[in-house]
């Protein structure tokens, strides 16, 4: 059972999340010969202020 666990930055509407999690697994179905129903693709969101580059927070850097 495949597990494909996606972090991002907080800030894309529900539609292209979903999107990008169907896409996600239809690609690894395809890649891997693994059935649908046997993927697992879980997305965590992060806020700009708990993630950095370096020192410097996202949530510092200009969009």
Same mark, same amino acid.
């Given at each position: 059972?495949?597990?494909? *666990?996606? @972090?991002?930055?907080?800030?894309?509407? *529900?539609? @292209?999340?979903?999107?990008?999690?169907? $896409?996600?697994?239809? @690609?690894?179905?395809?890649?891997?010969?693994?059935?649908? @129903?046997?993927? +697992?693709?879980?997305?965590?969101?992060?806020?700009? $202020? +708990?993630?950095?580059?370096?020192?410097?927070?996202?949530?510092?850097?200009?969009?």
């Amino acid at each position: 059972m495949p597990i494909i *666990q996606i @972090t991002m930055l907080e800030g894309r509407d *529900q539609e @292209t999340i979903e999107k990008c999690i169907r $896409n996600v697994a239809r @690609t690894v179905h395809e890649s891997l010969g693994a059935p649908l @129903t046997s993927i +697992r693709v879980i997305v965590s969101e992060v806020p700009k $202020n +708990r993630f950095a580059v370096g020192d410097t927070l996202k949530s510092e850097m200009p969009d």
